[in-house]
């Protein structure tokens, strides 16, 4: 099994490090959405790039106002079975919890900010802490 987290975060660098650190103990895979930050998020993020965090940003510059744009990204770009879904102002406990399992989805379909229509024939599975 392996699990990724899908961390959306906008401006939320005072958590950010809290969630990154719980994350990477718990997680195989770590990748982290920014919606246009203007505080110190990037900075931070920088660091753990150079650790192995895949760091994905608004292309625009400008926030995307879509709340859930980082999820959708973290479903269709991540190649897991298993993802668990942070915001950047959470964190998870540094001991692993039992996890149960719950297939939520089976055919996820995601339009992207363009408007462009994609398919991801994966299961999902969401995580029960």
């Known amino acids: 099994m392996t699990l990724t987290a899908v961390i959306t975060n906008h401006n939320y660098g005072q958590y950010l490090e809290q969630c990154l650190d719980s994350a990477i103990k718990f997680c195989d895979e770590v990748r982290v959405y920014d919606d246009a930050s203007t505080d110190k998020s990037m900075d931070i993020l920088q660091e753990y790039v150079e650790l ?3 760091g994905y940003f608004s292309t625009t510059g400008k926030p995307t106002g879509d709340p859930v744009w980082g999820s959708n990204m973290g479903i269709v770009q991540t190649k897991t079975t298993h993802l668990i879904f942070l915001d950047a102002d959470n964190y998870l406990l540094s001991a692993p919890p039992q996890l149960d399992y719950d297939y939520v ?3 996820i379909d995601v339009v992207d900010e363009k408007g462009n229509y994609e398919s991801n024939n994966r299961r999902v599975r969401s995580i029960h802490l």
Do not use: I
Request: hydrophobic letters at 15%; charged letters at 15%.
């Open 105 to 107: 989805y089976s055919n």
């Open 52 to 54: 192995g965090v895949r």
